[in-house]
């Protein structure tokens, strides 16, 4: 087992499948948060409103803040 999975596995009450899981849905959350993001973007963009990048990075800053990718 690689020794970044194996250290989290010691002394904790998960096994290396949970551990794996978790970051896996950890990453699957955080693209859709992206593509959604990137969706919203294309929707004002077609629609004549122009969404600056800082305001991207803001959102996107605070979605990852927040934790809820």
Same mark, same amino acid.
């Given at each position: 087992? /690689? #020794?970044? /999975?194996? !250290?989290?596995?010691?002394?904790?009450?998960?096994?290396?499948? @949970?551990?794996?899981?978790? #970051?896996? #849905?950890?990453?699957?959350?955080?693209?859709? @948060?992206f593509t @959604?993001?990137?969706?919203?973007?294309? &929707?004002? !963009?077609?629609?004549?409103?122009?969404?600056?990048?800082?305001a991207v990075?803001?959102k996107d800053?605070?979605? &990852?803040? !927040?934790?809820?990718?």
């Amino acid at each position: 087992m /690689p #020794a970044k /999975p194996a !250290s989290l596995c010691e002394g904790a009450d998960r096994n290396r499948g @949970a551990i794996i899981g978790e #970051a896996v #849905a950890g990453c699957v959350d955080y693209e859709l @948060a992206f593509t @959604a993001q990137i969706e919203e973007g294309l &929707t004002a !963009s077609r629609a004549g409103r122009v969404v600056l990048p800082d305001a991207v990075m803001r959102k996107d800053r605070n979605l &990852t803040e !927040s934790g809820r990718i």
